[in-house]
């Protein structure tokens, strides 16, 4: 088909535009000068102070924790859902409240979830943030898990009923297996968003024990050094890692089915 | 039980027990399968959404606590220029950079439709990468791209111009945001130009229209549908966000979301707080009630 030549110009000024600013954190953050503004040369130092830095340290065990706690609950929960608003349900408002937390403005979520710690008196620690991130990612694993119900064989698990099999037999045994790639999709989207999610942790944390977004947000407001730098090219590097492994499996189970 | 009827073998006709022994089972299954996840969003997050709600009608106390009695004046207090040019200039805002991603949306998505294969997934996924990178340090980008003795400001100082002041004005609040959330723009687009089917716009040229003619009549109203969810996705959260504002627009409440922040981490006024965020909440459902109607009437 003809592709117009004139549309190559805001084509790649899109691009150029997405990744230029990301180019200069990945360089800068090699620089052995202090200036974050000005490259002096090749070093790996700010990596090393990076690994010092006792409070970044903290945030990510904290990110950590809370992504695998939420990570799991999320799993287990929108899971059972999926099966549920699928199968035992036909209400649209049951289905609408399903999709809510993907939806809903974080900010919105944020000051709902502070407003009601705060109402029934519960103290803000890591475990606040984790019931708080269990939220959405649950609506994300119940959302991706659904899209493969879609696909799943009925005759199947029928066919497991019709031949003697009990009802928890066929869930675990066919209903589960079938569903699994889109549980693992649904568990990494969870992790990922909880790992890389601010406004709701930022408002459910207590101030002792902030993740590694907060730690981030609190330096960022206190200026620029380049030490950030250096955590934004590993955090870069790992999400990138991420997506282009869950592409390339996605493609993978696509060829297999 | 179609299976049970080709075998034959266990074909049973179903008496009334076994078919109470199915409702009840049915019961079970709604049970194990709905209950926890459903008891779990009622308390997280439909008892929360009702608590912002109820708080709009009470006030703050001297020390920051809540008087339960039942008042209007949050309701007043919303109309007050100081929050109204704030909610005002929010909209404009968002709506400007909305209007920003959707004419530089457009023309890639337009592009990376016309892509062969492969290159049409390493486009797509190259407009996604950088979503799945850390908000924050995307944000944090521009600070060093854009402030005092900032690159950009070196670059034009060579060029014996400068220094500009970049950081700290609307304009880079406007950057940062269609900076954030165009990939989410380009999505929906993209799924909407590549649904179109190629004949119409043939079919178009054919008949003699000029391209641009084709463009207004054929693949514009055909891909509406993916323009109004862009723009919602770049809308939603452009309209309710702190971070950028405060980051790279320089710490003054200039939007909706720097106000309700402040109100609850600052001025702790829960009951004002929940007012402000009921308004927001209030101008996203307008707009996605919109975007409803005109899906059903396309």
């Known amino acids: 088909m003809r592709r117009p030549r004139l549309l190559y110009v805001p084509f790649w000024m899109t691009y150029v535009f997405l990744y230029a600013p990301i180019a200069v954190l990945v360089v800068m953050s090699f620089n052995s000068g202090d200036s974050p503004y000005s490259f002096d040369g090749f070093s790996l130092k700010w ?10 340290g903290k945030g990510l065990v904290n990110t950590l924790l809370v ?24 209400s649209k408002v049951l289905d609408a409240i399903g999709v809510l937390p993907a939806v809903l403005p974080d900010l919105v979520l944020a000051i709902g979830l502070l407003v009601f710690y705060g109402t029934v008196k519960m103290t803000l620690g890591l475990h606040s943030v984790l019931l708080a991130h269990t939220v959405f990612g649950m609506a994300f694993v119940a959302a991706v898990v659904r899209t493969r119900l879609t696909h799943a064989d009925l005759s199947l698990e029928e066919a497991s009923r019709d031949l003697g099999a009990n009802a928890v037999t066929t869930f675990l045994r066919i209903t589960l297996p ?38 981030i947000y609190s330096m960022v407001r206190f200026g620029v050094t380049p030490e950030i730098n250096a955590l934004a090219t590993l955090l870069l590097a790992v999400s990138f890692t991420v997506v282009i492994v869950a592409q390339r499996m996605t493609r993978l189970t696509e060829s297999l089915s | 039980m179609t299976g049970s009827t080709v075998s034959g073998a266990t074909a049973v006709p179903r008496s009334r027990r076994s078919r109470a022994l199915g409702r009840r089972s049915r ?30 009608v009470f006030r703050r106390d001297r020390f920051g606590g809540v008087v339960y009695e039942a008042t209007g004046e ?3 207090r919303l109309l007050d220029p100081l929050y109204l040019d704030v909610i005002v200039s929010s909209l404009k805002l968002a709506t400007i950079a909305t209007v920003i991603a959707l004419l530089v949306g457009y023309p890639t998505a337009y592009l990376i439709a016309q892509l062969p294969r492969k290159w049409k997934t390493i486009a797509l996924v190259a407009i996604v990468l950088p979503f799945w990178t850390n908000f924050l340090v995307r944000v944090y980008a521009w600070i060093v791209l854009l402030s005092g003795p900032g690159l950009v400001n070196s670059a034009l100082g060579d060029l014996g111009l400068g220094p500009f002041e970049f950081l700290y004005n609307q304009g880079t609040i406007v950057t940062g945001l269609v900076y954030s959330y165009l990939p989410l723009m380009v999505l929906p687009l993209y799924a909407a130009i590549e649904k179109l089917d190629p004949q119409l716009r043939e079919a178009s040229a054919n008949l003699g229209a000029r391209p641009a003619r084709t463009f207004v009549s054929v693949t514009l109203p055909l891909t509406l549908p993916g323009v109004v969810t862009g723009c919602l996705f770049v809308f939603v959260p452009s309209f309710g966000n702190f971070v950028i504002p405060e980051l790279l627009g320089g710490g003054r409440s200039i939007m909706v979301g720097n106000l309700i922040r402040d109100q609850f981490l600052k001025a702790r006024d829960w009951p004002f707080g929940s007012t402000l965020t009921l308004a927001l909440l209030a101008v996203l459902i307008v707009l996605l009630l919109l975007q409803a109607w005109s899906a059903r009437r396309a």
């Open chain 1, 178 to 215: 079938q569903l699994a790639p889109g549980i693992a999709a649904g568990a990494l989207l969870a992790f990922t968003l909880s790992v890389d999610e601010f406004v709701i942790a930022f408002f459910t944390a207590a101030p002792t024990e902030p993740t590694l977004p907060i730690v």
């Open chain 1, 47 to 56: 990596y090393g102070e990076l690994a010092g830095n006792a409070e970044i």
């Open chain 2, 74 to 76: 949050n309701f007043t």
């Open chain 2, 27 to 56: 019961a079970i299954g709604r049970l194990v399968f709905l209950g926890p996840g459903l008891a779990y969003l009622i308390v997280l997050l439909l008892v929360p959404l009702a608590l912002i709600l109820s708080y709009t």
């Open chain 1, 67 to 90: 992504a695998a706690g939420s990570t799991v609950l999320a799993t287990v929960l929108g899971t059972l859902l999926a099966v549920g608003l699928a199968r035992y349900s036909r």
